[in-house]
Structure formats: structure tokens, C-alpha cells
């Protein structure tokens, strides 16, 4: 039945243009900020691009814009109705389309990470491999948490504009260093790639964290996605 | 339930004291059975025929009562894929195509998949196969989602949300015969529809709501058309409407009579002695007829009707139509408000 399930948000993804078009404008930013940093011959490229455009907006946009092509642009409810009329449970129906969301996020956000950790790495910048791996590894992780983060949004409103409502959230509260950004994917994303903790908080707290929040927003979405 | 206690009569789907969490089916605890069969349940929106399929289907949340489908809650597993729910505007994934659609369908019911043609040809709508979703209009997309839900080995509840209207007009005048296959097959059929005429034509019997109360069940609409208060009407497309109207005025059998855009509607008190003295105004006109049809009473007469019939007055209503019916003094009839 998963399999089955899987086929509408694939689908959705692969045959929606719209879905593509924000894909394709955010994953180009962020190629040409490392293009521009690589001709800027900058020190510590990749870890200006990574902290700054690729942490702060590309994984946000990125995920924001596949969670809104897997679930067709309105609420997570919605997008699981037509399962549901076949006799599909709503919650496995809800659960497939977010889990769907986050491994694509997360996939997605993983390469371009790597990509752009090696077009615009620098000679301060840690040694090339490793720093694709911990750019990569981030990038994952910030990506699930994002999508998670956004898929529990669109259960919230009859068009699912919650997701837009917790994308500026996470852009407000995560900006600094205060307690708040511990709730926030963005201030955790940010320690993980090397800028300012949220409140102190190490790396592999960060990491943990960034894995908690993805986990706790997607139960949240299928949890509120269950019932009619 | 087992397919055994269904064969046994007992009611596939079973409502009491059912009371929703929102209107307006969240004050009257609704009771009520439907066993297989073709059964409408006849209302607007705001009285909630919608909103009564949907509960059925499991889809909206019950406040109070006891709801069983098949012998469980309507979101039991085992039951969910053998409900099929079609409302209005129905839930297709718009990415995919409509072959796509209905292998999805069959695999989450857990039926065999079988060729999109030989699903969509009963409704004459087997072009649609491969086009998508998103392109079809809503009353292509109507008929795609019934044809998935009569056509599913696996469904034995279908709910129909005004099955009749905004359809895809290929589909449409094969739905009647198909839904009464389904039944006959040992499917419930559930039907909501704010048309009396769409109740009459497709459904076996009638249960009438008001402002989601259960005004009452009527067995036939036809029998029930005796008892309204505004009788029984016929529409006539003849060849010289004007004779018909002088001659059916000088039949005492009629009631009333009118002539609208070139159609003659006559009211009587019964269904045979209208259609009696309607024939013999046309045999003495000597007109010819194109169409003839009886009218279905409106929705508020039915809603009259049944509750009389409900409390216990149907004897008078049988008076008054037995005095409607006896014979009068020839005088020209009145003419119908229009």
C-alpha cells in the first residue's frame, strides 16, 4: 500500500512545472553565490555561501517549494483526500506524503550542499572532502527538518497557509542566537554549518536537535492529518 | 459484518441517535437503517444530505450516537476501501491520468486492476482514460469517480451526493440501470439529492430531512405525490397546446390547468385519473403528443406529505384526495400559479 500511496505526491512532484520552477531558481542561487564567491578568490567561500545563502534561504526555499509540489499547493489534508476516497487510511496516506517530502528535501538539500561546498571552497576553508561530507550531512539534515517543519504548517489552514506562516516564524526567530532559535530549524542549521549556536548550544546538540525537530513536526502533521 | 449477516437483512448502514459535530446535523440524533438497496435521502444542503453521506463515509466526526457500516465504524479498515464516497466535486489526484486514477483506486481497495476501458465503459466515458486529471471538466471528472465507485468489485457501500446533476451527460442516462445492477448485486446505494424527481427516478425509497431533522421515509414517491397538498402534475408537449388547453379544461378530473413557453401542465388528484383525462383530452383535441411526463412534487410538499404521514394523518390525507378525485360539476379549472 505504501508503494500506492507514494505514486500520487511522486507524481504531483514529477508532472507539476510550478513545482519545478522555485526548485530550479533556488538551486541556482545558490550556485551562483559559490560561482561568485570561486571568482571573488575568497578565503572562506564555502563557509560564506553555506552559512549565509544556502542555510539561511536556499534550504528554507528549497523545502518549502517540494513540500508545496508533493502536496499540490494546498493543505496536507487535501492532498491526501483523494487516497483517503480509495479506502486509504488518512494517517499512513498523511505519513507517506510527508516522508515522501522530507527524503526529497532532504536528498536535494544534501547534494546541493556538497555542490556548493566544492564550487566555492576557499583556502582557509576546512580540507575540500570533508567539507563536502559535513556540508552534505548538514544540508540532509537541515532539509528534513525544513520539510517536516513545512508539511506540519500546511495541516493548519484550509489552503495549508500555515506553511508560509512557519516560514517567516523560522526566518524571525531563528536569526539570532536567543532561546527561541532553539526552536527554530534555522538557528540550528546555522551551528551546524559553522555559524553562531542557537543559545550555546554545540554542533552535535544542533545535529540532535535538527533530527528531534524534523521527527516531533512530522508526527505533528500526520497526527493532525488523521482525523476528518 | 459478514457477507452471511448481510444476506440476513440486517441493515448495511445503521445510524442511532447519530448527532455530527457541525451543523445541521449537530442537534437531532438522526436514527435510521438502510439495508441493499437504492435508497435517497431526499433534502438540500442545509438540511444535510451531504453532510450524512459524508458521515457515513467516515469523513466527517461524529459528536454523539452510534454509526455502523457493515457492522463496524465507517473508518474501520476493514471497511473504509468497500466505501465508496462521491460528492460533488470529487477528490482525484489532478497530477495523474485517469487510467492512472483507477489502477491507484484498485490497488488501495485491494482489488485485481483491470483495464481503465473496461471500467469506464458502462458510463460511455472510455475516451477519458488517458487524459489527466487536471484536464478534465468537473462533469468528466464527476463521472470518472463514479465509474470507479460502481464498477469497484470491492465496494458495497456507495454514497452519492446529487448523482443525477453536474454528471457528464454520456454517464448520465446509464446511471439509473447501473446503480440498480449495483443494488441488485448487494450493494447499498445511498443517494443525496435536493431533487424529488432525481429521488423518484433512482431510488427505492425516500427518506425526507429538514434542517437536519428526519421529517420521515416514504416507501414510493409516486404513492406520495397523491398525498401532497398540491396534488399530482403532468406536463404535456402536444402539437396544438392551445386545444389541449380547452379540452382538458372541460375535463372535471383536472384540477388546473396552464400552458407555459408551448408546454400544457395539468394538476390532478391522482396519478390515474390525471393520466385518464388527460387522454381523453387528446383524443378530443386530436392533437399529437411529443412528450408526457408526471411531475414529481416539490421539495416542500414532500417534506408536508411525509410529515403527515409520519404523524399519523395519512387517513386525511387519503380523504382529501378521495374528495379531489370524486366527481364534480364540469367547470373550466383554475389556473396553476405560475
Do not use: K
Not at chain 1, 512545472?17 to 545558490?30: E, V
Not at chain 2, 454517464?171 to 435536493?194: E, F, H, K, N, Q
Amino acid at each position: 500500500m505504501i508503494a500506492a500511496l507514494a505514486r500520487v505526491p511522486v507524481v504531483r512532484l514529477a508532472r507539476t512545472p510550478r513545482a519545478w520552477l522555485p526548485l530550479a531558481a533556488w538551486t541556482m542561487l545558490g550556485v551562483a553565490m559559490a560561482l561568485l564567491a570561486r571568482s571573488e578568490h575568497a578565503p572562506n567561500g564555502a563557509d560564506h555561501v553555506l552559512v549565509g545563502a544556502f542555510g539561511a534561504l536556499v534550504v528554507p526555499l528549497l523545502a518549502y517549494a517540494i513540500v508545496g509540489g508533493a502536496i499540490g499547493g494546498g493543505s496536507l489534508r487535501a492532498s491526501v483526500a483523494p487516497t483517503v476516497a480509495f479506502g486509504a487510511p488518512p494517517a499512513r496516506s498523511a505519513g507517506v506524503t510527508v516522508g515522501f517530502a522530507v527524503l526529497v528535501a532532504a536528498v536535494l538539500c544534501a547534494g546541493l550542499g556538497a555542490v556548493l561546498a566544492a564550487l566555492a571552497h576557499g583556502v582557509d576553508d576546512p580540507p575540500l572532502v570533508r567539507d563536502i561530507l559535513v556540508s552534505a550531512y548538514a544540508g540532509a539534515l537541515g532539509g528534513a527538518a525544513y520539510a517536516a517543519l513545512f508539511a506540519m504548517g500546511a495541516s493548519f489552514g484550509r489552503r495549508g497557509g500555515g506553511r508560509t506562516v512557519l516560514l517567516v516564524t523560522d526566518w524571525l526567530l531563528g536569526a539570532n542566537s536567543t532561546a527561541l532559535a532553539l526552536l527554530t530549524p534555522r538557528g540550528h542549521l546555522r551551528n551546524v554549518l559553522g555559524g553562531a549556536p542557537p543559545w550555546g548550544l554545540g554542533e552535535r546538540g544542533s545535529a540532535i536537535a535538527l533530527v528531534a525537530l524534523a521527527l516531533v513536526f512530522a508526527v505533528a502533521a500526520v497526527r493532525r492529518t488523521r482525523r476528518p | 459484518m459478514s457477507d452471511a449477516s448481510d444476506m440476513s437483512g440486517e441493515p448495511v448502514v445503521a445510524l442511532r441517535g447519530l448527532v455530527s459535530r457541525t451543523a445541521p446535523l449537530s442537534r437531532a440524533g438522526l436514527t435510521i437503517a438502510w439495508g441493499v438497496g437504492l435508497h435517497a435521502i431526499v433534502g438540500t444542503v442545509a438540511d444535510g444530505g451531504p453532510l450524512l453521506l459524508a458521515l457515513v463515509a467516515g469523513r466527517e466526526r461524529v459528536r454523539a450516537g452510534e454509526l455502523r457500516v457493515l457492522g463496524h465504524a465507517p473508518d474501520d479498515a476493514s471497511v473504509r476501501p468497500q466505501i465508496a464516497l462521491v460528492p460533488v466535486v470529487p477528490p482525484l489526484p489532478e497530477a495523474m491520468r485517469v487510467h492512472e486514477v483507477l489502477a491507484l483506486a484498485a490497488s488501495l481497495r485491494g482489488e485485481p486492476e483491470r483495464p481503465a476501458a473496461e471500467r469506464l465503459a458502462p458510463l460511455g466515458i472510455e475516451a477519458l482514460g488517458p487524459r489527466a486529471v487536471r484536464s478534465l471538466s468537473l462533469e468528466e471528472a464527476r463521472a470518472v469517480a463514479m465509474a470507479e465507485a460502481i464498477t469497484s468489485t470491492r465496494v458495497r457501500v456507495l454514497l452519492l451526493d446529487e448523482p443525477l446533476a453536474g454528471l457528464d451527460p454520456r454517464a448520465a442516462g446509464r446511471l439509473p440501470a447501473l446503480l440498480r445492477a449495483r443494488a441488485s448485486d448487494g450493494a447499498a446505494v445511498l443517494i443525496a439529492t435536493a431533487s424529488v424527481r432525481d429521488a423518484g427516478e433512482l431510488a427505492d425509497d425516500h427518506a425526507v430531512l429538514q434542517a437536519g431533522a428526519l421529517v420521515g421515509q416514504a416507501a414510493s414517491l409516486d404513492a406520495l405525490s397523491a398525498f401532497t397538498p398540491a396534488g399530482i402534475r403532468m406536463r404535456v408537449l402536444a402539437s396544438d397546446p392551445q386545444a389541449l388547453v380547452a379540452a382538458l379544461a372541460r375535463e372535471p378530473e383536472i384540477e388546473a390547468v396552464a400552458r407555459r413557453d408551448g408546454v400544457v401542465v395539468a394538476r390532478g388528484g391522482s396519478a390515474r385519473s390525471l393520466a385518464q383525462a388527460v387522454g381523453r383530452a387528446v383524443l378530443e383535441a386530436g392533437v399529437e403528443i411529443v412528450e408526457m411526463r408526471l411531475e414529481p412534487p416539490s421539495l416542500d410538499d414532500t417534506r408536508l406529505a411525509v410529515a403527515g404521514i409520519a404523524q399519523g394523518t395519512f387517513e386525511a390525507a387519503r380523504a382529501r384526495t378521495a374528495a379531489s378525485t370524486a366527481p364534480r360539476p364540469s367547470t373550466r379549472p383554475p389556473e396553476i400559479a405560475s
